[in-house]
């Protein structure tokens, strides 16, 4: 194994620069709501009853931000939510926001190990030749309306033109079903 810090750990370290101090831990998770994805494996693992969970907001969970714009635009917990809570900002996008529900679904269910099930490899071979900037392309000619769905790629680092939209998909619709803030318990 390489690192090429002092220590190993890449995103579960604080670090500095020029005196100021960063924290590149994780600061929420998705798919620890009962029954999802993370809450089954946690469970499974016999840590779920080692662990103090926060939920996070239900109408925005993360905002997404570009620049000076001043506009925060909120990623909610839960598919309609999701799409009730950019409606104000997208009012003529309710169809694109629907299909992107819809997508990210469909693509997360061809995923056998996201849904911790049996399958085969014929199951993600029929959408992993999707990339992120052109489905979302097919979805909404909107650009703003695109950057605001991918504003979480930083998460996966996301790649314009490269990353392929199941690994948008499946982090998506993670924090969907629930996003929360862990602790240990004391």
């Known amino acids: 194994m390489l690192e090429k810090d002092k220590q190993i750990g890449g995103?579960?370290?604080?670090?500095?620069?020029q005196k100021t101090i960063f924290d590149s831990?994780?600061?929420?998770?998705?798919?620890?709501?009962?029954?999802?994805?993370?809450w089954q494996i946690f469970r499974y693992a016999g840590i779920m009853d080692k662990l103090s969970?926060?939920?996070?907001?239900n109408?925005?969970?993360?905002?997404?931000a570009f620049g000076e714009e001043g506009i925060?635009?909120?990623h909610a917990i839960g598919n309609?939510?999701?799409?009730?809570?950019?409606?104000?900002?997208?009012?003529?996008?309710?169809?694109?926001?629907?299909?992107?529900?819809?997508?990210?679904?469909?693509?997360?269910?061809r995923f056998p190990l996201y849904k911790l099930r049996n399958g085969s490899v014929a199951e993600k071979t029929a959408v992993s030749s999707m990339e992120i900037t052109h489905t979302?392309?097919?979805?909404?000619?909107?650009?703003?309306?695109?950057?605001?769905?991918?504003?979480?790629?930083?998460?996966?680092a996301g790649v314009t033109g490269q990353t392929p939209f199941h690994m948008h998909a499946v982090v998506s619709a993670s924090y969907m079903h629930s996003a929360q803030c862990i602790c240990t318990k004391s």
């Open 11 to 17: 995103c579960l370290q604080t670090f500095s620069v």
């Open 136 to 156: 979302l392309q097919s979805i909404t000619s909107n650009p703003l309306l695109q950057q605001v769905l991918a504003g979480n790629n930083m998460l996966y």
């Open 72 to 74: 925060q635009y909120p």
């Open 53 to 57: 969970l926060k939920a996070l907001d």
């Open 25 to 38: 831990c994780v600061h929420y998770i998705g798919g620890l709501g009962e029954g999802h994805t993370l």
């Open 80 to 109: 309609e939510n999701f799409i009730e809570q950019l409606l104000p900002y997208f009012p003529n996008e309710k169809v694109a926001l629907q299909q992107y529900i819809k997508t990210i679904e469909a693509v997360g269910d």
């Open 59 to 64: 109408n925005g969970f993360d905002r997404i």
